[in-house]
């Protein structure tokens, strides 16, 4: 009799942690992270107690965790774009400061019951996503978790480079607020998802799409592998950044932060606003749409920052960095003199 | 009519972290934790995108997760006791390269229907260890979690202050093999917990108890608070330890990691691990549980040493440095010569 949940002839059924000791797990998935023990004597990679790295004399660490469920669905996210965002995350914090990535500790608490397949895939996803970063995984844990829990958390740490730390409470009437990379795209590319269900894109390494569903497409990818404008911190710093914060949960709530650590208002521009991120998503969704994700999108870890009047912005990398808006006497942040409520993303707050 | 399910009169509802925003849960544990900004202006504490330290030439990093339900049980540890583990593992890992811990950024993620009670405890416990251990929190990441989960995580580095890290790779034939600190008594309290249900001790701060059940309730503490001989790492480094590690997962199991890695075999000595542990064990338990929390009992975050054979063995810090075997050609873990089978604990390995 033909069992119809019986495999495939011929395909197994794939392997589980639980079908692997811990040391075999790492052993499969410590190359594909691109993790090399020590080439120096006195340095140590993965596979003892702990690792030991060269470090500057001040050290910028950062540390972020996602957990399946909260923070990605698996019919949404490959498990390469789950490491890739984590890697996203953590590096466009320490850029916020003003910093360059070099090293950084992975983490894998999981159900026994997860697949090899998804603990090896997000390796190889990391080991490129820090081939590309500049950064290398020297050490991490591997831990048992209950049933259907799957958590990965990433602690990364750079190098200032002689540079003081660029902080959220620098700020002065009279600056310039700009941005550096894009506004809204990461929400927008959520709420196609949430709107499209279970759609699974074709190639997320592909080509960047172009036209009217390409755009969404597009949006939905960028949720999925926000790519941070890492460079442009330290090229802030250099240019006489007055403040810098990373725009993870919300244009308007991480001003909100910077306004109430340095004591000033922000004031943002309509104008510049719509140019740099409205018009886009204006294409494909209506106004108040548009704007909402533009104010109150968070995970899109671009890069804000305050520049003294004078200076000129930073040209020089990949991505510009744009004015948006101008610090003011005051408190909070306002559109175009307008107060604006502080909507974004908090992890604790429900309803 | 009187509703049963109602709370007590004048006994509020204990807040749960979704009754506050994530900022409101940041400022109420960031001073249990004893956090504090940067003094200097070169350095950053908690509240930006990332802290800024003051760090060495070379770093020793280390990372470990706990779990609720897999490496706790909220009947038997309560939030201080897990905060104190957690502080353990990870300074038991620095301490094993010969470093001295300095910093932590610490992890939680957490359901939002967690008590912030549990969060406020584990908090100021953590700052009670930090402050004992001479370690700073500098900062941390606080996320949502599905149901039910409740996850900690630390980052801990630390400096060995112009020591070369010792590795697991360096005992000798030759060398003799040596322990810092307990063996068997979390892995024996561990046991007393399941055989007893959920009993709650009395003081877990008192002082230690002594005689039979006192025996039991003194290995129970070192299993919810087990305290890593932190200062005897350095210690044996500066006396010519050629290989160390943390007891962990077991004594079998982590030897024959230094085993492996050495290309030697550790020989253990059954009349040294009867005076320094099995004699102990024996008065309350059958002689083959007592052997087997010896060898296979993981969690106690002993230091095991490999020596030369001529090197004093270091008797400074509050807990001696005994001799428990030897290193020899070959390969494996013996006890007085006869193989032994690798026990211990693995995080994946199922039944």
Request: hydrophobic share 45%; charged share 20%; with cysteine.
């Amino acid at each position: 009799v033909h069992n119809v949940t019986a495999p495939t002839a011929g395909a197994p059924a794939p392997a589980l942690l639980r079908d692997l000791g811990e040391d075999d797990i790492l052993a499969r998935i410590l190359p594909l992270l691109g993790s090399a023990p020590g080439t120096d004597d006195d340095l140590v990679g993965p596979g003892d107690d702990a690792a030991v790295v060269a470090a500057p004399a001040r050290l910028v660490v950062t540390t972020d965790s996602m957990v399946r469920g909260r923070d990605w669905r698996d019919d949404w996210s490959s498990a390469a774009d789950v490491a890739h965002k984590l890697g996203a995350q953590n590096v466009s914090d320490i850029a916020a400061m003003g910093g360059v990535a070099n090293a950084a500790l992975m983490s894998l608490t999981a159900d026994p019951r997860t697949a090899l397949d998804w603990v090896e895939a997000f390796a190889a996803g990391l080991g490129r996503w820090c081939a590309e970063a500049g950064v290398s995984v020297v050490g991490g844990d591997l831990s048992s978790a209950p049933d259907g829990v799957l958590l990965v958390s990433m602690t990364m740490w750079g190098d200032l480079q002689g540079r003081a730390p660029v902080l959220r409470s620098g700020a002065e009437p009279g600056d310039v607020l700009a941005v550096c990379g894009s506004l809204g795209r990461s929400s927008a590319g959520l709420a196609a998802y949430a709107t499209a269900g279970s759609v699974q894109e074709a190639d997320p390494n592909g080509p960047p799409p172009t036209g009217g569903s390409g755009l969404t497409a597009g949006w939905r990818e960028y949720h999925r592998r926000p790519r941070p404008p890492w460079e442009a911190g330290p090229e802030a710093a250099d240019a006489g950044a007055t403040a810098m914060i990373d725009l993870s949960d919300g244009l308007v709530r991480d001003l909100s932060r910077v306004a109430a650590a340095s004591g000033v208002s922000i004031d943002l521009h309509g104008a510049a606003l719509r140019h740099v991120a409205v018009d886009e998503l204006e294409a494909v969704l209506p106004t108040d749409e548009a704007w909402r994700h533009v104010l109150g999108g968070g995970e899109e870890h671009s890069l804000l920052a305050s520049f003294p009047s004078g200076a000129a912005l930073p040209q020089s990398s990949r991505r510009p960095w744009r004015a948006i808006g101008s610090v003011v006497a005051g408190e909070g942040v306002t559109l175009d003199g307008e107060p604006l409520e502080v909507v974004g993303w908090d992890h604790f707050r429900v309803g």
